[in-house]
């Protein structure tokens, strides 16, 4: 099978966490990475954990920044510009002072760019590192967020742009996104193609999945369903698909073999046989994936 000359960006999310996304994303790579050259980037930056399996040379570090306001009290004429323009309530003026919530700053720059005295600057401050491994022709990524930061969604961003601007000419990419259907899930699957969502066929599995997959409908990404753990659960999940018309690529049975390798950080793909039929079949499935022009 020959791949397109289409770029194809697949991110891989779940309703909730405890899926399988990790387990799927990571030996999908390795999987596809035998015949093509992929990428695998971790967004899930508040617990990235891909590098537990992947591993590889290490090839660069970036410390990633965020701009914050910085206040300067001689220049202030306290006019109320700043906590008046403020969409996120991260800068207030309390008495002859004025109060920045940093966790708050979404560094959009409107404090400091309609200041009329030059009182407010912005100023950076580490949100995260990102770093880039190889290992064979795979290329992985991963950015993890600075302990104590509380918004995932800049470092998301600014670690889609290094891979537009230095690995975006990839055939395949495969994006390991952060679980749930709120915003660091919707900053992770801006670029991609085409969702596979993960689920597990419990009625909390379902639930969550209802939840990501109307999600995904809303944003206007094409989509499909693997089912992890298949044989733990009843039809409930598979009949809503089949009546959402959402397409089930593969399941996923139980195995203590593939719970053994996950526990010990290595990879299912090539030691377990019960999951390689299911990565060959979605393999082949982005491989021959059609995107809209």
């Known amino acids: 099978m020959a791949v ?54 290490l090839q660069k570090s970036l410390v990633q920044y965020k701009f914050i306001p910085d206040w300067n009290e001689t220049q202030c004429t306290f006019c109320d510009s700043c906590s008046d323009h403020c969409r996120f309530h991260a800068i207030l ?20 760019e309609l200041c009329p005295s ?23 990524i991963h950015s993890c967020l ?15 742009q290094l891979v537009r601007n230095q690995t975006g000419n990839l055939p395949v990419q495969l994006y390991d996104c952060p679980p749930g ?21 419990t009625p ?23 089912i992890n753990r298949s044989d733990m659960g009843d039809d409930s999940l598979e009949d809503y698909c089949n009546t959402g018309n959402i397409p089930v690529l593969a399941k996923i049975p139980f195995s203590n073999k ?12 090539g030691n377990c046989d019960v999951m390689n039929p299911a990565l060959e079949k979605i393999a082949d499935y982005i491989i021959q994936l059609k995107l809209n022009p």
């Not at 999987?31 to 040379?57: A, H, K, M």
């Not at 259907?181 to 066929?201: G, H, Q, R, W």
């Open 4 to 57: 397109s000359a289409d770029i194809k960006r697949i991110a891989i999310a779940s309703g909730k966490g405890g899926t399988g996304k990790t387990l799927l994303s990571t030996n999908l790579a390795a999987c596809i990475s035998r015949s093509y050259p992929t990428l695998l980037v971790d967004l899930d930056v508040e617990e990235p954990d891909d590098f537990l399996f992947i591993g590889g040379v």
């Open 204 to 226: 909390f599995g379902i639930h969550d999945f209802m939840l990501a997959a109307s999600t995904v409908r809303m944003l206007g990404k094409p989509f499909a369903a693997v």
């Open 181 to 201: 259907a709120s915003c660091p899930m919707v900053a992770a699957t801006k670029d991609a193609d085409f969702v596979i969502l993960v689920a597990e066929p």
């Open 258 to 269: 593939i719970s053994k390798l996950y526990s010990e950080g290595s990879l299912v793909f």
């Open 118 to 140: 030059g009182a407010i600057r912005m100023k950076p401050q580490k949100i995260g590192e990102t770093k880039e491994f190889v290992t064979g022709n795979l290329r992985f």
């Open 93 to 112: 003026r309390l008495g002859e002072s004025i109060v920045v919530f940093n966790e708050l700053c979404h560094s959009c720059f409107a404090c400091s």
């Open 146 to 160: 600075e302990i104590g930061e509380e918004q995932a969604v800049p470092l998301i961003h600014k670690t889609l």
